[in-house]
Nanobody, 125 residues
Framework: QVHLVESGGGSVQAGGSLRLSCVASGDTHTSACMGWFRQAPGKERREVASIDNKGMTNYAMFVKGRFTISKDNAENTLYLQMNSLQPEDTAMYYC???????????????????WGQGTQVTVSS
Protein backbone atom coordinates (compact mmCIF):
# COMPACT_ATOMS: atom_id res chain seq x y z
CA GLN A 1 0.00 0.00 0.00
CA VAL A 2 1.09 3.53 -0.77
CA HIS A 3 -0.41 6.46 1.07
CA LEU A 4 -0.42 9.83 -0.71
CA VAL A 5 -1.09 13.24 0.81
CA GLU A 6 -1.30 16.37 -1.33
CA SER A 7 -0.83 19.96 -0.25
CA GLY A 8 -0.17 23.37 -1.74
CA GLY A 9 -3.48 24.15 -3.35
CA GLY A 10 -5.14 27.51 -2.96
CA SER A 11 -6.62 30.51 -4.72
CA VAL A 12 -4.62 32.66 -7.10
CA GLN A 13 -5.29 35.21 -9.79
CA ALA A 14 -4.74 34.46 -13.45
CA GLY A 15 -1.07 34.53 -14.30
CA GLY A 16 -0.05 33.42 -10.85
CA SER A 17 1.82 30.33 -9.70
CA LEU A 18 1.38 27.52 -7.23
CA ARG A 19 3.46 24.51 -6.28
CA LEU A 20 1.68 21.34 -5.27
CA SER A 21 3.37 18.70 -3.14
CA CYS A 22 2.52 15.06 -2.60
CA VAL A 23 4.18 13.09 0.16
CA ALA A 24 4.21 9.33 -0.29
CA SER A 25 4.53 6.78 2.49
CA GLY A 26 4.25 3.02 2.85
CA ASP A 27 5.48 0.71 0.10
CA THR A 28 6.85 3.56 -2.01
CA HIS A 29 9.41 1.26 -3.63
CA THR A 30 6.56 -0.33 -5.59
CA SER A 31 5.75 2.94 -7.39
CA ALA A 32 7.01 2.79 -10.97
CA CYS A 33 5.13 5.83 -12.17
CA MET A 34 3.71 8.84 -10.41
CA GLY A 35 1.37 11.41 -11.79
CA TRP A 36 -0.83 14.42 -11.23
CA PHE A 37 -4.45 14.45 -12.32
CA ARG A 38 -7.14 17.08 -12.13
CA GLN A 39 -10.90 17.10 -12.13
CA ALA A 40 -13.02 20.17 -12.66
CA PRO A 41 -16.68 20.22 -11.59
CA GLY A 42 -18.84 18.28 -14.02
CA LYS A 43 -15.84 17.02 -15.97
CA GLU A 44 -13.87 13.79 -16.10
CA ARG A 45 -10.59 13.40 -14.27
CA ARG A 46 -7.66 13.90 -16.61
CA GLU A 47 -3.97 13.23 -16.34
CA VAL A 48 -1.87 16.40 -16.16
CA ALA A 49 1.66 15.03 -15.96
CA SER A 50 3.61 11.91 -15.08
CA ILE A 51 7.15 10.99 -14.12
CA ASP A 52 8.89 7.64 -14.02
CA ASN A 53 11.67 6.34 -11.81
CA LYS A 54 14.30 7.56 -14.25
CA GLY A 55 12.91 11.06 -14.17
CA MET A 56 11.36 10.93 -17.62
CA THR A 57 8.32 13.21 -17.77
CA ASN A 58 5.20 13.49 -19.85
CA TYR A 59 2.68 16.32 -19.99
CA ALA A 60 -0.82 16.88 -21.24
CA MET A 61 -0.89 19.36 -24.09
CA PHE A 62 -3.04 21.78 -22.12
CA VAL A 63 -0.29 22.32 -19.50
CA LYS A 64 2.86 21.85 -21.54
CA GLY A 65 5.27 24.72 -21.07
CA ARG A 66 3.45 25.98 -17.96
CA PHE A 67 3.59 23.09 -15.50
CA THR A 68 6.60 21.09 -14.34
CA ILE A 69 6.48 17.75 -12.56
CA SER A 70 9.40 16.66 -10.42
CA LYS A 71 10.16 14.43 -7.48
CA ASP A 72 12.54 14.19 -4.58
CA ASN A 73 13.23 10.50 -4.06
CA ALA A 74 15.01 11.04 -0.77
CA GLU A 75 11.94 12.81 0.63
CA ASN A 76 9.39 10.60 -1.18
CA THR A 77 7.76 13.77 -2.44
CA LEU A 78 6.22 14.56 -5.80
CA TYR A 79 5.83 18.15 -6.96
CA LEU A 80 3.86 20.05 -9.55
CA GLN A 81 5.05 23.57 -10.27
CA MET A 82 2.24 25.46 -11.97
CA ASN A 83 2.98 28.77 -13.67
CA SER A 84 0.88 31.11 -15.79
CA LEU A 85 -2.27 29.72 -14.22
CA GLN A 86 -5.55 30.38 -15.99
CA PRO A 87 -9.17 30.11 -14.80
CA GLU A 88 -9.54 26.89 -16.82
CA ASP A 89 -6.89 25.33 -14.56
CA THR A 90 -9.37 25.49 -11.68
CA ALA A 91 -9.89 21.94 -10.44
CA MET A 92 -9.22 19.45 -7.71
CA TYR A 93 -5.71 18.14 -8.23
CA TYR A 94 -4.83 14.57 -7.29
CA CYS A 95 -1.54 12.78 -6.85
CA UNK A 96 -1.41 9.15 -7.96
CA UNK A 97 1.03 6.27 -8.03
CA UNK A 98 1.15 3.22 -10.24
CA UNK A 99 3.02 -0.06 -9.98
CA UNK A 100 3.05 -0.10 -13.79
CA UNK A 101 5.87 1.82 -15.49
CA UNK A 102 4.64 5.02 -17.14
CA UNK A 103 5.62 3.74 -20.57
CA UNK A 104 3.14 0.88 -20.33
CA UNK A 105 0.19 2.86 -19.05
CA UNK A 106 -2.33 3.07 -21.88
CA UNK A 107 -5.30 4.38 -19.96
CA UNK A 108 -4.00 6.63 -17.17
CA UNK A 109 -7.37 7.28 -15.58
CA UNK A 110 -7.80 3.53 -14.99
CA UNK A 111 -4.31 2.24 -14.35
CA UNK A 112 -3.05 4.09 -11.32
CA UNK A 113 -3.23 2.04 -8.13
CA UNK A 114 -3.07 4.63 -5.37
CA TRP A 115 -4.63 8.06 -5.06
CA GLY A 116 -4.44 10.98 -2.71
CA GLN A 117 -7.50 12.86 -1.51
CA GLY A 118 -6.78 15.93 -3.60
CA THR A 119 -6.02 19.59 -3.16
CA GLN A 120 -8.18 22.37 -4.61
CA VAL A 121 -6.75 24.92 -7.01
CA THR A 122 -8.88 27.94 -7.88
CA VAL A 123 -7.77 30.54 -10.40
CA SER A 124 -9.72 33.77 -10.72
CA SER A 125 -9.69 36.09 -13.71
Amino acid sequence: QVHLVESGGGSVQAGGSLRLSCVASGDTHTSACMGWFRQAPGKERREVASIDNKGMTNYAMFVKGRFTISKDNAENTLYLQMNSLQPEDTAMYYCAASTTPCYYIASPEDEYDYWGQGTQVTVSS
